[in-house]
Nanobody
Framework: VQLQASGGGVVQAGESLRLSCAAS????????MAWYRQTPGNERELVAD?????????ADSVQGRFTISRDNAKNKYTMYLQMNSLKPEDTGVYYC?????????WGQGTLVTVSS
């Protein structure tokens, strides 16, 4: 399984960004895709996740501002994170994650920088 994240960049506070994550390979149809972020000195934290059945979960800090979505196809999934009303505290490296059964996969990070 391979995960490829893209879409990070530098924006001003209040602006928007859209992250994408393309997952390919031998992927079990029942799975969860997620976005995590990490800042220096802190642990990786969950931003949002979405099951293959459509159930979503958001961190309190992004609820109402971020929207996770995904396109499902056989052995190829694309996940998005629409980030609106960005704040400086949203700055970090964003990682996409895919998990199913006992497997857990990570993509490379994409850096999001929000300036005040």
């Amino acid at each position: 399984v391979q995960l490829q994240a893209s879409g990070g960049g530098v924006v001003q506070a209040g602006e928007s960004l859209r992250l994408s994550c393309a997952a390919s390979g031998n992927i079990f149809r029942v799975n969860v895709m997620a976005w995590y972020r990490q800042t220096p000195g802190n642990e990786r934290e969950l931003v949002a996740d979405m099951s293959s059945g459509g159930t979503t979960n958001y961190a309190d800090s992004v609820q109402g501002r971020f929207t996770i979505s995904r396109d499902n196809a056989k052995n190829k999934y694309t996940m998005y994170l629409q980030m609106n009303s960005l704040k400086p505290e949203d700055t970090g490296v964003y990682y996409c994650n895919l998990r199913f059964t006992r497997y857990n996969f990570w993509g490379q990070g994409t850096l999001v920088t929000v300036s005040s």
